[in-house]
């Protein structure tokens, strides 16, 4: 555990809801809000599910019907984990002193380089 990054038991606490103290900020900020942060969000999300799905493959019946149950809880998971994927992020921004906007800071640098692309090409 260093001063920067949380250790183990910071990090189960801050996936929990818990703030982490103001030196890791930037270590949030960057898990929030850098590249692959969608990616650890899902994945993230489905491990407290994999319990449920694997406890499916007990159920006596034909593998079809186990495969069925198991897409029956995954699939609107995963949809609803996608849908509210802001609001996750958000809430974690301010539980750590961060600032909301920093939600969308992904997508505010995307549109400025496709607009300093633009300029550059066509002098605008």
Known sequence: MSATRPGLL??????LGRPL??????????DLTGPGHVRRYIVR???PLIPLLVGFW???????LRGGMMLLILIPFVYFQIALIRVYRRHLLINN?????????????RADAVADDYRQRFGR
């Open 97 to 109: 002193g961060l600032d909301a906007s920093l939600v969308d800071a992904v997508q505010i640098q």
């Open 21 to 30: 103290p103001t030196s890791m900020r930037e270590w949030v900020r960057n």
């Open 58 to 64: 007990f159920i006596p019946g034909p593998l079809l």
């Open 10 to 15: 910071q990090k189960i606490g801050y996936l």
């Open 45 to 47: 999300g489905l491990i």
